[in-house]
């Protein structure tokens, strides 16, 4: 079988791809390096450098001809897309629809595209599951959630089967330490270099986080299952910024205490998600607990 990804080069993306190649998957990447990293594409699989707004994409699907599309490639900067909306939907709407437009003309049967937790807001109830009511607060997430409505447009009026892959937030080796995410990247980077972390407001804020690893199979398991609909890709696990902060500093036996500074405008308190549905549909459930991840992902840095 043959996986398309998008974005193919990016963190989370780069191990799906690593996964898919470890399971026979015949695998193209499409990433245009504006994020993306030569260094994280995985040597079997086949590198096409284009914008997934070009309309390139189209040669290269039909000679690829996919059965699969990861459609990953897209704006992920909250700040970025409250700055220039206009290129915030050119990238997250007008490119999404040139792939789904390409999937549709060259017999894809199926598109896994990652949604974001930007869609929900601050949350009226916690754990986060599939029905919570959406409260978009900024242009990225008004964006990232307009690809789930044409999602299922096309599944109706074309029959491409989709599944939605809502992940709390993903950690792990590969991530970038120089977007406005990526706590645990900035964390180990900081602690490694002996300099000292920056907190925002009292570091009492809870997430959710996943190991990019646990990620990667849920989109093994997408591809194998005959399911489709929206799930949430997550650990179901309370885990506030200091005490993430202390696993890292533990990690790395220094005496660093993190400086705090005010909190940022517009920043969740408290944001946690449940895997029921996953689990009970498609068998999937993380298998890395925060201090195997953790572990991993420091001696990634240390390297």
Known sequence: MKVLITGG????????????IENNYDVCVIDNLSHGKLQNLNPKAKFYNVDIRDKEIFDIFEKEKPDVVIHNAA???????????????????????NILEASRQFGVKKII????????????????????????ISPYGVSKHTVEHY???????????????????VYGPRQDSSGEGGVVSIFCEKLINGQTP??????????????????????????ESNRGGIFNVCTNTKMTVNNLFGYIR???????RPGYVKERDGDIRSSYMTYDKIANEIGWSPEYSIQTGLKETFEYYCD
């Open 113 to 136: 595209y990652p949604a974001s937790a930007a869609i929900f807001g601050e949350p009226e109830y916690l754990p986060i599951d599939e029905k919570h009511p959406l409260n978009m």
């Open 9 to 20: 080069a990016g963190f989370i993306s780069s191990h799906i791809a690593d996964l898919l």
């Open 250 to 256: 533990d990690l790395t036996r220094k005496d660093i």
């Open 198 to 223: 920056c907190i925002y407001g009292d570091g009492e804020q809870i997430r959710d986080f996943v190991y990019v690893k646990d990620v990667a199979k849920a989109n093994l398991m997408a591809i």
């Open 75 to 97: 704006q992920i900067s909250v700040f970025s897309s409250v700055k220039d909306p206009l290129e915030d939907a050119s990238l997250n709407i007008i490119g999404a629809i």
């Open 151 to 169: 999602l299922g447009v096309y599944k109706k009026l074309y029959n491409i089967d989709y599944m939605i892959l809502r992940y709390s937030n």
